[in-house]
């Protein structure tokens, strides 16, 4: 199932909204409670074995709400109370299983609430999470160097992992509050249908787990909770119906200019992969196709990188710099700092530099963007400063045990040697 999904977090999430559906099927065709609560226990086990804590925390909260909805007065309080004795020892367990973790998203809610500060009325845009993030966090090592327990938790974010939060940077507080209104009209709403529970359940999942992960950044979750809405908005007993024409026409335009562009696009891709096909058999033939449509891609960060990465093989270094720095201003990470510092070595040495101290700071546990500055110092005749650095890798532990790191210490051992 983690082949699938490549991430058992997703699966979970998948899982966890779901499940509602599944109820109601099983409601729908069997009418029996003991049926209804056997397959609340099988999947509630599901989660615990994906060892997800947030899909356990909001299945927890969807199924109670489901259960004080759908029992008589006199069952509720039996039914909620079992079925929480039945969640929080597995999510006790989980907890404990994953005590890291807690600290590493303490870190990044406190850097993205910190973040927030600068625009808190209208945030800094859409996909800005992308490029702000780790930067921001590059500052933060660069003012606190000395701030050793958290350079193990310093990772490439993109993601917040807290969907309120990150609606909060982007959108800011209206985003925010617009977003928690959508909340309460689709719980509130009245809805001439019987079984309106089990979709408002699912709905109250999503939203309980946009506060421990990222469902509201997942495509095809998003159009499964749009499909939800748009049924509750259906069936509700409140109908408001657009009679503009005016509008009623521009919605069928707006609708048609979408659809050519996705086909125009789907042409676009088709050719993108058949460049990135050809760059493991012929990198020059690849790179004419990557060139032709660019235009088409310089907002889709895989595109930029993928493109970047082969003119820097093709030793194009000056072209993967222009591409590369197109990207920086979407998407900031580490990999792509490092890789700017190699193309200016080759035609702008001083400048590599500012790039690779910014990898650096980045993710101050990395050891590649250090060992780029050790090199640097040393090709300058910094002999100085890269005994430091030399040291200051050697001090670094690695997460990960890998022979790249240990080849690296390895050097930064000779360079110390050499220095004595």
């Given at each position: 199932?983690?082949?699938?999904?490549?991430?058992?977090?997703?699966?979970?999430?998948?899982?966890?909204?779901?499940?509602?559906?599944?109820?109601?099927?099983?409601?729908?065709?069997?009418?029996?409670?003991?049926?209804?609560?056997?397959?609340?226990?099988?999947?509630?086990?599901?989660?615990?074995?994906?060892?997800?804590?947030?899909?356990?925390i909001a299945y927890s909260i969807g199924i109670i709400y489901l259960l004080y909805n759908k029992t008589h007065l006199k069952n509720k309080f039996f039914?909620?109370?079992?079925?929480?004795?039945?969640?929080?020892?597995?999510?006790?367990?989980?907890?404990?299983?994953?005590?890291?973790?807690?600290?590493?998203?303490?870190?990044?809610?406190?850097?993205?609430?910190?973040?927030?500060?600068?625009?808190?009325?209208?945030?800094?845009?859409?996909?800005?999470?992308?490029?702000?993030?780790?930067?921001?966090?590059?500052?933060?090592?660069?003012?606190?160097?000395?701030?050793?327990?958290?350079?193990?938790?310093?990772?490439?974010?993109?993601?917040?992992?807290?969907?309120?939060?990150?609606?909060?940077?982007?959108?800011?507080?209206?985003?925010?509050?617009?977003?928690?209104?959508?909340?309460?009209?689709?719980?509130?709403?009245?809805?001439?249908?019987?079984?309106?529970?089990?979709?408002?359940?699912?709905?109250?999942?999503?939203?309980?787990?946009?506060?421990?992960?990222?469902?509201?950044?997942?495509?095809?979750?998003?159009?499964?909770?749009?499909?939800?809405?748009?049924?509750?908005?259906?069936?509700?007993?409140?109908?408001?119906?657009?009679?503009?024409?005016?509008?009623?026409?521009?919605?069928?335009?707006?609708?048609i200019i979408s659809l050519l562009y996705n086909i125009f696009n789907l042409s676009n891709t088709l050719k993108w992969k058949k460049a990135y096909e050809l760059s493991t058999i012929n990198q020059t033939n690849s790179l004419l196709l990557?060139?032709?449509?660019?235009?088409?891609?310089?907002?889709?960060?895989?595109?930029?990188?993928?493109?970047?990465?082969?003119?820097?093989?093709?030793?194009?270094?000056?072209?993967?710099?222009?591409?590369?720095?197109?990207?920086?201003?979407?998407?900031?990470?580490?990999?792509?700092?490092?890789?700017?510092?190699?193309?200016?070595?080759?035609?702008?040495?001083?400048?590599?530099?500012?790039?690779?101290?910014?990898?650096?700071?980045?993710?101050?546990?990395?050891?590649?963007?250090?060992?780029?500055?050790?090199?640097?110092?040393?090709?300058?005749?910094?002999?100085?400063?890269?005994?430091?650095?030399?040291?200051?890798?050697?001090?670094?532990?690695?997460?990960?045990?890998?022979?790249?790191?240990?080849?690296?210490?390895?050097?930064?051992?000779?360079?110390?040697?050499?220095?004595?």
């Amino acid at each position: 199932m983690k082949l699938v999904f490549n991430n058992t977090g997703i699966l979970s999430a998948y899982l966890c909204i779901l499940t509602p559906s599944i109820f109601l099927i099983i409601d729908l065709n069997t009418n029996s409670n003991k049926t209804l609560v056997l397959a609340i226990i099988i999947l509630g086990l599901m989660l615990f074995i994906l060892k997800s804590r947030s899909s356990l925390i909001a299945y927890s909260i969807g199924i109670i709400y489901l259960l004080y909805n759908k029992t008589h007065l006199k069952n509720k309080f039996f039914y909620i109370i079992g079925f929480l004795s039945f969640t929080m020892l597995p999510l006790y367990l989980l907890m404990n299983l994953k005590k890291s973790s807690f600290k590493g998203r303490k870190f990044i809610y406190e850097l993205c609430l910190d973040l927030c500060k600068d625009s808190p009325l209208t945030g800094y845009g859409y996909k800005s999470f992308d490029h702000l993030y780790n930067m921001h966090q590059a500052d933060f090592f660069k003012k606190n160097i000395h701030s050793y327990d958290l350079h193990l938790l310093a990772d490439n974010i993109h993601l917040s992992l807290n969907d309120y939060i990150h609606t909060y940077i982007e959108n800011g507080i209206i985003g925010l509050i617009l977003f928690l209104l959508l909340l309460y009209f689709s719980l509130s709403t009245i809805n001439s249908i019987k079984d309106d529970k089990y979709l408002k359940s699912s709905i109250l999942i999503f939203y309980t787990l946009c506060l421990f992960s990222y469902p509201l950044q997942i495509f095809s979750i998003q159009v499964y909770i749009i499909s939800l809405l748009s049924w509750l908005s259906k069936t509700s007993k409140k109908q408001y119906i657009i009679k503009n024409k005016i509008i009623h026409i521009s919605m069928y335009i707006g609708m048609i200019i979408s659809l050519l562009y996705n086909i125009f696009n789907l042409s676009n891709t088709l050719k993108w992969k058949k460049a990135y096909e050809l760059s493991t058999i012929n990198q020059t033939n690849s790179l004419l196709l990557y060139k032709n449509i660019e235009f088409f891609f310089t907002w889709n960060n895989a595109f930029l990188l993928e493109y970047g990465i082969l003119l820097n093989e093709q030793n194009k270094f000056v072209e993967s710099f222009k591409i590369l720095e197109i990207l920086i201003h979407l998407y900031s990470d580490t990999e792509i700092y490092v890789l700017q510092g190699d193309n200016l070595v080759n035609f702008n040495k001083p400048k590599s530099k500012y790039y690779y101290e910014i990898a650096s700071f980045m993710t101050p546990n990395r050891l590649l963007p250090k060992y780029k500055l050790m090199s640097f110092y040393m090709s300058t005749k910094q002999t100085d400063k890269a005994y430091y650095k030399a040291l200051e890798i050697l001090e670094t532990p690695m997460k990960i045990n890998n022979p790249t790191g240990f080849l690296i210490k390895k050097e930064a051992s000779k360079i110390i040697t050499n220095f004595k």
